[in-house]
């Protein structure tokens, strides 16, 4: 799986609503951190998670489903194993009738859940993490001391 970088930015700034399938209340799980890093960049985050369903986290209530979620989610980010993949992108195609993308986190991939999204004119994004890829793609790679500021080259 190839994106462009043009693809992959694109995505990123038409995305204003995003169902995170998977979240965790967890700050130590990477699903928590990519929510909250996502909040903090102007998205809005839709936690789904049943077991946590009517709990609240970023100041948004958790839903136990996309059918629980507001209807104009138009992103669904997925941290499910590949298996579970198939029936989220079926719900999520049922649901949100402006979905514009479709995104796996690393290690999750479908390719056939991937054509039925695009067959129904949704981009689809797998293997990737959006947080990596905004902090990539929009100049905000801080860690190990990426973009800071603090060391540079010119003199």
């Known amino acids: 799986m190839s994106y462009s970088d043009d693809f992959l930015k694109t995505v990123l700034a038409r995305t204003r609503v995003i169902a995170v399938v998977g979240v965790s209340l967890n700050p130590v799980r990477p699903s928590y951190f990519v929510a909250r890093y996502l909040t903090l960049k102007g998205f809005r985050v839709v936690p789904v998670n049943p077991r946590h369903a009517g709990e609240r986290l970023f100041g948004q209530e958790v839903v136990g489903s996309l059918r629980d979620c507001p209807k104009d989610v138009d992103m669904v980010d997925i941290f499910r194993r590949s298996e579970h993949v198939p029936p989220i992108v079926s719900e999520a195609l049922d649901v949100f009738p402006n979905l514009r993308t479709i995104w796996m986190q690393i290690g999750v991939e479908h390719a ?44």
């Open 112 to 155: 056939d859940a991937a054509l039925v999204a695009e067959a129904h004119g949704v981009d689809v994004v797998m293997n990737r993490c959006p947080k990596i890829e905004y902090q990539r793609l929009f100049g905000e790679l801080r860690m190990g001391g990426f973009a800071t500021g603090v060391i540079s080259s010119k003199l």
